[in-house]
Every structure is written in C-alpha cells, then in structure tokens.
C-alpha cells in the first residue's frame, strides 16, 4: 500500500466489496454514454441523464432521486450491448477504486429484449470478457455475481432464480461466477414475518445439495425488524447480513449474529445519506458492531451510483468518524476474508494481496 507520510492512500489499499448492487452501481457518467448512443440511433426518447442528474449532486430527496435513477436504469439497461456496457464500466470503476474481490448482485429480471435467464447470461459473458481482458486468473480484481431474490416476488419466482442459480453453476467454469443468493427489495413488503413465504427457497440454498452463499438485507428499516422475521431469516443459514440496522433494541438478535460469528454488511453513506439512522456517520451502528466480539464487518457501497461514494472514501469516512489507524483500517479491510461467498482459493489470494 503506497503512503505519503502518515497519510494513508485509501483507493491503494485492497479492498472487497461484497454489498454492491449492479444497477445501483452504475454512474451518470456511463448512463449519459448508453443513453448518447441510443439517441443517435433513434431508440429513445429520454432527456440526457446528465442534464436531469448531474454528477456530483447527491443531495437530493432519495424519495424522488431514486425512482428517477431507476427509471433511467430500466429503460436504458435493456438490451445486451447496454448491459455490457454499463457491467464493463461498473467494474473499471471498482477496479480503478482499489476493489481487488467483488461480490456484484443483481435481481434477474425480464428486459423487453432479453429474459431474466438471457440477461444473466450476458452480465456473466461481460464479467468473463472483462476478466479476460485483464489476463483471466491474473487479473486485478476478480467479480462474481449473486442473484437477488425481491420481497415482493411470489415464491414461483424465488424458486426460478435458486433453479438459475443451480442450472448455471452445473454449466461449467464461467457459470461458477454465480455465487450465492440475496433477498433484497422494499423492507415495507411482507412485514411481520411474511418473508417466511420464501424458506422453501431461501432456506435451502446454502444447504445441500445448493451449497450457495446466502445473504440477505437484514433489519434494514423498522418494518422489516420484527422478531418474527429475523428469526426466519436467521433460520436460513445467512452467512452474511446487510445493513443491521434494527437490532439496537433486539439483545437476542445481536446475541445470536454475535454467537455466529456472521459477516455484517454495513453501508455508512447510503445509511446516512438515506436517512436511515440516526445522528450521522458518528451515530452509524459501525461504531456499535465494531465493539462487539463475534461478527466480521465489511464495508460496502450498496448503490456508489446513486450515492457518489466509492468504497475508498467509505473507509476514509471510517477512519475520520470513528478514529480508527492506519493498522485498524487495514485489518478492518481484511476481516471479510473469510466471509466472501468465493471459495477457497479465492480466500487465499485474498490473503496473498491483503496480508503484506
Ligand atoms: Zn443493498
């Protein structure tokens, strides 16, 4: 890691990024690119998203920023040479970020021109010929892909992306990128419980003969914080949680995630520029966890597109709010070591990079 005195280079310092969601990770920049190309060829009709979102304006009101970017996301995202496109450039930007191992997930999903099935297939296309491009095995970061159940997907549907997952892994080596399972989506939908809709999936997939990596966004807001739904969760074998916001007041909850040793994925711009804690950065529950023994702490960027702070500034954001040297933040970096959904040898060149 290069330094300048005692400063730190925060980009120079490897880190992985486990909690990024492809779409959300997408930046103006590379929507305004797809969005020019479909202009000039006549196949839309949206103003430039960089008129309507300009870079670097991140203040604004996520109620009404959000589905704007979404919808820029959807109506732009549709057709293969886009999804390449924007894929290929979500990974230059981590890679040029210093991300050295990415876990990017996505929600499979029906385009117009591509199925859910087709449009996971070229995401996996486009993270192959990227990694090619930059020597296969050798190159700087290697991606892998998880697939995201919505909380407001029928049990049909869950049970088609676990069939996906499984049918792409059993294809062969560049399928294997396909790594485990999320559930994300509307913390509002299903409340009290009603995400027990998908144990028959979600309970499954990291057990045998699945073997998936399963994480889900956990305690996200209050509506998804009930007893009933953490326990469900929780009895799905998760080894990583996202967000771990509405256990404060939950003791057997932090209790077990502590017991377990679990990996917590904690976004701190997205939390706080959201507004969903309380009492800024210093308030951020990072400062909860970091104190307790048992979890591993992974910071992630959730959406760096609509959020603006890639995951060296996430770390710098750390060190600054709560203290934390040189020494703790590289240790902080490698705590997610173990906890990647990778496999083994992929740990160990982890350990190969991060441990010098
Ligand atoms: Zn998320």
Known sequence: MRAQGNAMDYV???????????????SRRTLHEIWLRKKEAGETDLEDP???????????????????????????????????HAVTSVLDEFLADGVVYLELRTTPRATGC???EAYVRVLL????????????????????LILSVDRRHDLATAESILALAARLRSEGHQQQRVVGLDLCGDPTARPDGG????????????RDPHGLGLTVHFAEAEASGSRAELDTLLGWR????GHVIWVREDEEARREIARRGLCLELCLSCNVQAGMVRGGFEGHHFGYWRGVDG????????????????????????AQHFK????????????????????????QRLRDIMWT
């Open 12 to 26: 120079a310092l490897p880190k992985i990024e486990l909690h990024a969601h492809l779409t959300g990770s997408v």
């Open 50 to 84: 960089l008129v309507v979102m300009p870079e670097g304006k991140h203040d604004y009101n996520l109620k009404t920023f959000f589905p704007l970017f979404s919808s820029y996301i959807y109506n732009l995202l549709t057709d293969e040479e886009s999804i390449r």
């Open 114 to 116: 591509l199925s859910a």
């Open 125 to 144: 296309d486009a993270m192959g010929a990227w990694e090619s491009h930059y020597g296969g095995d050798d190159a700087p970061l290697h991606a892998r």
């Open 195 to 206: 995400v027990a809709l998908f144990t028959p999936v979600l309970g499954a997939a990291a």
């Open 238 to 241: 998760p080894g990583r949680l």
């Open 295 to 318: 979890p591993r702490l992974s910071l992630g960027t959730d959406d760096v597109g609509v959020f603006g702070s890639p995951l060296s500034n996430e770390y710098r954001l750390v």
């Open 324 to 347: 934390l040297d040189r020494d703790q933040i590289c240790a902080l970096a490698q705590q997610a070591i173990d906890s990647i959904f990778g496999g083994e040898a992929e740990k």
